[in-house]
């Protein structure tokens, strides 16, 4: 055997090739480097385990599948009980999981039962008991406990294995070494082991094997001595070797050829860290470089990856990204589950129809509208169905579905049901056609699933089916599937394979201590100490068996950031974030010793605006144009008052400046965040949303009451015709306006708007004849709304209610400062005398409490009350709201024995308290003092520049949350 030594990992490739010269060797790389983009033409290579299957037989060696995991799980159900060592976690399918990934681990190490007893009972007593941490009489009790019961699990799942015919994926290995030492196998005349920090015993066994056959066996392994400490785990690895020529490669010494350069990027957290990533990355993009020559290493590649495809599909970046997610994240596999579930008949009507509106069923929108139509007083899923099923028996559109449905239900509820049978029914009738990455990761989630369920089976079958899909629930959280993101492009890698690729350009992300070096946990089976015992065991019996140490592992980590580093050759950009989850991280220590000079990039959580060099992207632009607007109404920023809390004074001078109109949006938003008030309604950014939000239904059902009450009101309110009218007015609006939505989501839309609208249609004429007022305004305005902002409904007002007033309300506060204000009311209705006034405002949830609106809290139906009673002079004033997905308007009407009857809550609208309320004068005059002075305190604030994020429950419609990163949802 011959070892060549060298780095970096490519110059050590190539100069063991030029020194073994001619036949060239068969290169062998680790398990798993496949799919890496190598880029080395022309070089016979195989991966580890597909080069000795084809060698000693597809049929002869396996990895880990969940036919060895189910059976596991058996046998742990069978033998073990709750007082047992490892009772309390028996039925955790991570448990089996990770005892069964120990027990291969252990079996290509050269450990068996057998020895793992025989050793046990040594290292119990002196002087091994207390290298091992056990000597007193309790501990060591419990470690013969603990090791009996690993012994035992680990025999009888054998012995299943061998009942089963499964191949034991550990002992499978070793049988492959004899099939070498007999000579059975037609070995390649050189092999070449490249890439490789350890190996088992098996693996040495096998090698020395090969050897033995004629094979000759080379192995090229990383190493420098001028940096011994990044190679500890060559080191080790040499000295498990059989004895071997070794040859050390001249390395590159520091500083010789061409260094790639290097940027330390520091940013504030993680979203951000992505970010930035993301622009440097357009940056190079812009400049020529191939996206195929840029790479990223990650160490959790499948825990950013939700946030890199954000910002990378934001940039337009192509990037390519692969990695192993938990069955239950697979949307198409929640939608399965969800299935089963109902088909028990377990959840309620809603259950039903949210299901019913999966992607995966493709029904149109007039298919949703006549589901939602029926079943409302069912309850349970159960009723439902049989409620959907007798009103639409008789529609031949329906008659498919629900017979799949019953079919499926009858299958799943059978005495001893096959649940393997009825997924894979449910699979094939629901399954996405394979057209894009998004079908073929549902494709990939489901085929995994089956696998799991076949596996599982005659554990499943023993379950009633509840329980069965409670457990398959379970499951589908610690088994794992192969998930792509993107195609194409930047590279998205995990730190482990950096040692195999090379780029022009390469981004290492998260360099923080616990990340990178990554803090190895202890074995949950053997613990450190044991592990040294065992060893110290195994060693004094001359017995070739390897248990790594967590120290051990731990050591490898410098070299993987060796390796990293290293496999830039033009551009190294270094990043980490200074907070995570809310908490400080700590630089990564290998920051401090890097072996090239770098510069150092600091990215303040302030500059959220990019330089202008660094405005590559609308997104940037936007964010930069806002910051580049002129000021309205100030002439005389003076940037030397600018206190440190924001460090634009520009930016600064907008918020401050209270010498202007405000809008009563704009205030309600200030008194929620006024970090969200800043960038909605100072720097005015608009960020695009994606796909359908709550905020573009309410702002279309708007629109839509807008074009009927403007276009027909000739109608009679309870006449089919205004029904009909609301109905054309909404097609009208889904049709002008110019929807960045799915056809999917457009439907959903349509579906959901239309359903709102004919409930509103039918209390409309209720309400019109119970309280005897007429709708007189529309989109009635004062001041001037600025029609600018998308989030507010006023930009899709094309011309307000002709009797709208230019000039601001003006408002006294309590220090005498008058506040100017705009604002638009819904709409306004009067009794035919004019003696009583309803302001309505459309909400699309919830309107404000009660208390909200005596606190002084809730600006916009106070405000608007006195800009109407301003304008019009009625006695009375009733403030609604227009609940449109409730199907009810909440009245607060003054205190009128007559108004209070006019205003009742009738028997259809639900609970009288939640509708009307009796709002005396004297608390209507206490609200407004106290509005007051909740505006005094918002300009004071504004005059402190106060831009602070204030996250709650509105953060869930905010489009800032990636820029304030203190969203709660
Ligand atoms: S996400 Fe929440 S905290 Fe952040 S700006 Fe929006 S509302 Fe404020």
Redesign the pocket.
């Known amino acids: 055997m011959r070892v060549f030594l060298g780095s970096p990992s490519r110059r050590l490739l190539q100069a063991t090739l030029s020194a073994l010269s001619e036949p060239a060797p068969l290169v062998v790389l680790p398990t798993g480097a496949a799919s890496l983009p190598l880029r080395l033409p022309n070089l016979p290579m195989m991966e580890w385990h597909s080069f000795w299957q084809s060698l000693v037989g597809q049929t002869r060696l396996t990895g880990v599948t969940t036919a060895h995991l189910a059976l596991c799980a058996e046998l742990c159900q069978h033998l073990l009980n709750e007082t047992d060592y490892f009772g309390k976690v028996r039925r955790s399918p991570r448990f089996h999981r990770q005892l069964v990934a120990r027990w291969v681990e252990w079996r290509q190490n050269g450990l068996t039962p057998e020895k793992l007893e025989q050793a046990a009972q040594s290292v119990a007593q002196p002087p091994l008991n207390t290298v091992a941490g056990i000597d007193s009489p309790a501990l060591r009790e419990e470690w013969l406990r603990k090791t009996g019961e690993l012994a035992m699990l680990w025999r009888g799942w054998e012995q299943r294995l061998r009942e089963r015919r499964l191949l034991d994926p550990g002992a499978c290995w070793w049988e492959a070494v004899s099939l070498v030492q007999w000579r059975q196998v037609s070995l390649p005349a050189r092999l070449l082991l490249w890439g490789f920090h350890d190996l088992h015993a098996v693996d040495i066994a096998l090698l020395h094997a090969a050897e033995q056959a004629n094979c000759e066996v080379n192995l090229a392994l990383l190493y420098d001595p001028t940096l011994p400490e990044y190679f500890a785990p060559v080191q080790r690895l040499l000295a498990r070797l059989p004895p071997a020529t070794r040859s050390e490669l001249p390395n590159e010494p520091h500083g010789a050829g061409r260094q790639p350069m290097g940027v330390v990027l520091s940013v504030a957290d993680s979203l951000r860290e992505a970010e930035v990533v993301a622009r440097q990355i357009l940056h190079h993009l812009r400049q020529g470089v191939p996206p195929e020559h840029i790479l990223i290493f990650l160490r959790q590649p499948a825990e950013a990856a939700e946030r890199l495809s954000l910002l990378f599909e934001r940039y337009g970046i192509p990037f390519t990204l692969e990695a192993q997610q938990p069955l239950n994240r697979a949307p198409f596999v929640c939608v399965l589950l969800d299935a089963l579930r109902l088909l028990l008949g377990k959840g309620f009507s809603s259950d039903w129809l949210e299901w019913l509106q999966n992607p995966y069923l493709g029904f149109t929108r007039e298919t949703h509208h006549r589901l939602m139509q029926i079943g409302k007083q069912a309850r349970t899923a159960d009723e439902w169905l049989e409620q959907a099923q007798r009103h639409l028996q008789a529609a031949p559109l329906f008659e498919p579905i629900f017979a799949s449905i019953n079919a499926l239900r009858d299958r799943l509820r059978q005495p001893s049901s096959d649940l393997h049978a009825t997924l894979t029914l449910l699979v094939q009738w629901l399954a996405p056609r394979p057209e894009d990455s998004q079908a073929q990761n549902d494709l990939a989630a489901a085929k995994a699933l089956l696998e799991l369920v076949r596996a599982y089976m005659p554990l499943l079958q023993r379950m009633p089916p509840t329980v069965a899909v409670a457990y398959l629930d379970r499951l589908c959280d610690a088994e794992l599937y192969p998930h792509a993101w993107g195609r194409g492009g930047v590279r998205v890698l995990p730190l482990e394979q950096a040692g195999l690729v090379q780029a022009p350009l390469v981004f290492v992300m998260e360099l923080i201590e616990g990340i990178l070096p990554r803090r190895h946990p202890d074995d949950p089976f053997l613990r450190e100490l044991e592990r040294h015992a065992l060893q110290a065991f195994f060693e004094g019996q001359g017995e070739v068996v390897y248990l790594p140490l967590r120290s051990e592992r731990q050591r490898v980590e410098p070299m993987l950031f060796y390796e990293a580093i290293t496999a830039a050759t033009e551009q190294l950009y270094l990043s980490y974030p200074r907070t995570m989850e809310n908490g400080e991280t700590l630089p990564s220590s290998y920051l401090q010793r890097l072996p090239m000079p770098c510069e150092q990039r600091f990215y303040r959580l302030e500059e959220l605006i990019p330089p202008e060099s660094e405005c590559l992207h609308p997104y940037d632009l936007a964010l930069a144009h806002a910051q580049q607007r002129p000021l309205e109404g100030s002439s005389n920023a003076d940037p030397s008052d600018a206190p440190e809390r924001l460090t634009l004074p520009r930016t600064r001078q907008r918020v401050i400046d209270i010498d202007r109109v405000f809008s009563v949006s704009e205030l309600e938003t200030l008194a929620?965040?006024?970090?969200?008030h800043l960038?909605r309604h100072r720097l005015r950014v608009r960020i695009p949303r994606r796909g359908l939000h709550l905020t573009q239904i309410g702002t279309i059902l708007h629109a839509a009451l807008r074009h009927a009450y403007r276009q027909h009101r000739h109608h009679p309110p309870d006449s089919p015709e205004w029904a009909q009218a609301l109905l054309d007015s909404l097609q009208r609006v889904l049709n002008t306006e110019s929807l960045d939505l799915t056809h999917w989501q457009l439907q959903v839309l349509h579906a959901y708007a239309t359903r709102l609208l004919q409930l509103f249609a039918q209390r409309e004429a209720r309400y019109r004849q119970q309280f005897g007022l007429e709708a007189r305004h529309f989109e009635w305005a004062f001041g001037t709304p600025d029609p600018s902002d998308p989030e507010d409904e006023v930009a899709f007002i094309s011309s307000f209610d002709p009797d709208s007033v230019p000039g601001a309300y003006r408002l006294t506060l309590d220090n005498g400062r008058v506040m100017r204000l705009c604002g638009v009311v819904d709409r306004i209705d009067f009794s035919p005398d004019g003696s009583v006034a309803m302001v309505t405002d459309y909400k699309l949830t919830r309107s404000p409490r009660r208390t909200e609106i005596e606190a002084g809290l809730a600006f916009q139906p106070l405000l608007y009350a006195l800009a109407v009673k301003a304008r019009y002079s009625p006695e009375r004033i009733v403030i609604a709201f227009d609940e449109l997905a409730h199907g009810r308007r909440v009245r607060l009407v003054p205190y009128d024995e007559g108004l209070i009857r006019r205003f009742r809550a009738g028997e259809w609208e639900g609970s009288p308290s939640e509708v009307m309320a009796v709002l005396p004068q004297s608390r209507l005059e206490q609200a407004i003092t106290r509005l007051r002075e909740e505006l005094c305190h918002l300009l004071t604030l504004l005059q402190q520049a106060t831009v602070t994020?204030?996250?709650?429950e509105?953060?869930r419609r905010?489009?800032?949350?990636d820029?304030?990163?203190?969203?709660?949802h």
């Open positions: 929620r965040c006024p970090f969200q960038f994020p204030t996250p709650g509105h953060c905010c489009a800032f949350s820029l304030c990163r203190k969203a709660v």
